[in-house]
């Protein structure tokens, strides 16, 4: 991988030779026990505590703070142990660890030199079958059936509050500074999108490093409104990771010039046990 810096996420320790085999960082987060040999988010200053809450922003918050000046001036990108990038488009559910494999992203191709951040192809809100929608909000539903007809309606905001309480993520909104709050309480009252999986390729540093600098305060911000002993199903439990989800699709479309690439999704647990 001449031109990328690929950390790779996953709880398994037994994960190591496969992740190392791709030319990849491998990321150790969680409660069990990863050699030295692993990346981690336990040392230097570190919110490993709260990974429960922000999963693997957890280790976002550590790359920030401690290892992001030390890193090639390559692009620098983030997977999972179940979600890899790709440039193809034919096979984006392998049924397999050999199918999987040769779909694995190696590097980045020419056709993405001139732009600044790679996202993972959009996640359609607006295409989701209604009984999704009726299931986990037939409250919000009922007060305004619309939503079941007019498929524009449907937009991010409709589907945070769905899924991870409703109005948290206006609260959330209130909590940022001047211009980033009415542009992205824009950006979720308008978007039928979102790019998902927190997975994302960046080719500066110093785009990362803007990014960190404007995500963390406003989510340690959020912790003083929601905080954590009161969460209680996964969508609010998590609800940290989600916000940080919505935000990172529009702060790198705002702030640079972004390209999507598929991602293909396999747990490589069925496999490497």
Not at 101 to 107: A, F, K, S
Request: aromatic share 20%; net charge positive; proline share 4%.
């Amino acid at each position: 991988m001449k031109n990328l810096n690929m950390f790779c996420l996953t709880l398994e320790p037994n994960h190591y030779k496969f992740i190392k085999g791709l030319g990849y960082f491998p990321v150790g987060l969680g409660k069990k026990n990863f050699s030295e040999d692993w990346f981690s988010d336990k040392s230097g200053i570190n919110i490993s505590e709260k990974n429960k809450y922000y999963s693997e922003y957890t280790f976002h918050y550590w790359l920030w703070k401690n290892y992001l000046d030390q890193i090639d001036d390559k692009w620098i990108g983030f997977c999972q142990y179940r979600k890899f990038w790709s440039t193809r488009e034919d096979n984006l559910l392998p049924r397999s660890l050999e199918e999987l494999r040769p779909l694995i992203l190696e590097e980045i191709p020419k056709s993405y030199e001139n732009y600044d951040v790679i996202l993972g192809d959009p996640y359609f809100i607006n295409k989701l079958k209604i009984m999704k929608f009726l299931k986990h909000g037939f409250k919000l539903i009922a007060k305004n059936p619309s939503y079941l007809f007019d498929k524009n309606k449907r937009n991010i905001k409709f589907h945070f509050d769905l899924m991870h309480g409703y109005n948290n993520l206006d609260k959330a909104i209130k909590l940022l500074d001047t211009d980033d709050r009415n542009d992205f309480n824009e950006f979720v009252n308008s978007k039928t999108y979102f790019n998902p999986q927190n997975m994302f390729i960046c080719k500066s540093k110093k785009i990362l490093r803007d990014y960190y600098s404007t995500l963390f305060p406003w989510l340690e911000r959020c912790e003083k409104l929601f905080g954590f002993e009161n969460l209680k199903t996964f969508g609010q439990i998590r609800i940290y990771t989600f916000l940080a989800e919505r935000f990172m699709s529009y702060w790198f479309q705002k702030n640079t010039k972004s390209k999507t690439m598929p991602i293909v999704f396999y747990d490589i647990r069925k496999d490497i046990k």
